[in-house]
């Protein structure tokens, strides 16, 4: 059963053209991830949400925006995508607080900008 | 987070173990050591993770020097569904965001 899914497995999107990747998970996580992997790179992460709060990498560029309008949804948007924004994108949870806090991750949306 | 450095590469016969190094030398007493691994074009996925003792479960089995300054995950008899890139990563227990670095591809061979 898929507990991380991501909508949709594959989009195109023009250049410039806003475009909204989402992601819900059936795990009650407080934590929600999003990652950018390059071709035969690892996963970068862009930012994070724990619960409602919002988590910032330094280095994400603001053209990558996120929302968080309840525990089960996460959405990544770009506002104005380059060929340079051409990925994969993957979304994780985890559990908040203590202990184990594997991440479960989605199969990931592969974006293609023409 | 700790630092980690894995070979870019290995390769390892059908049935055989699968013995993927890592190492952590600055890694903080309160760091554990998680793995995870990558099949072509899916999402990562958790396989095992340990602080001070060796751990073992239905997929692999993860050892840790004394000191924690390296560690050696092990699957026991690979197969091809194994070929993968493999990422080790060091971070404190509880929540924390998981930061890759560059894994280990292994090649399962038959």
């Known amino acids: 059963d898929a507990m991380v899914i991501q909508n949709p497995r594959y989009q195109v999107t023009q250049f410039g053209k806003p475009v909204t990747l989402s992601c819900s998970q059936t795990?009650?996580?407080?934590?929600m991830y999003w990652y950018q992997q390059k071709s035969s790179q690892a996963p970068k992460l862009l930012f994070h949400y724990y619960d409602k709060d919002f988590n910032n990498e330094a280095d994400t560029p603001d053209n990558f925006q996120s929302r968080r309008p309840n525990t089960s949804f996460c959405f990544l948007d770009i506002r104005s995508p380059g060929l340079g924004d051409a990925a994969m994108y993957l979304c994780a949870t985890s559990r908040g607080g203590g202990g184990n806090t594997e991440a479960f991750f989605g199969q990931g949306t592969r974006l293609t900008v023409v | 987070d700790a630092k980690t450095t894995q070979p870019p590469s290995m390769d390892c016969a059908e049935g055989r173990a699968a013995n993927l190094p890592c190492n952590h030398s600055t890694i903080s007493g309160n760091e554990y050591v998680y793995w995870y691994r990558q099949i072509h074009s899916q999402g990562p996925q958790y396989i095992i993770h340990g602080l001070k003792n060796n751990e073992t479960n239905e997929m692999a089995s993860l050892i840790i020097t004394e000191d924690r300054k390296s560690s050696t995950l092990i699957l026991p008899h690979a197969t091809l569904r194994d070929t993968a890139v493999y990422y080790c990563?060091?971070?404190?227990?509880?929540?924390?965001?998981?930061?890759f670095g560059t894994g280990t591809k292994l090649q399962v061979i038959p």
């Open positions: 795990l009650n996580h407080n934590v």
């Open positions: 990563i060091v971070k404190y227990g509880g929540y924390q965001k998981v930061t």
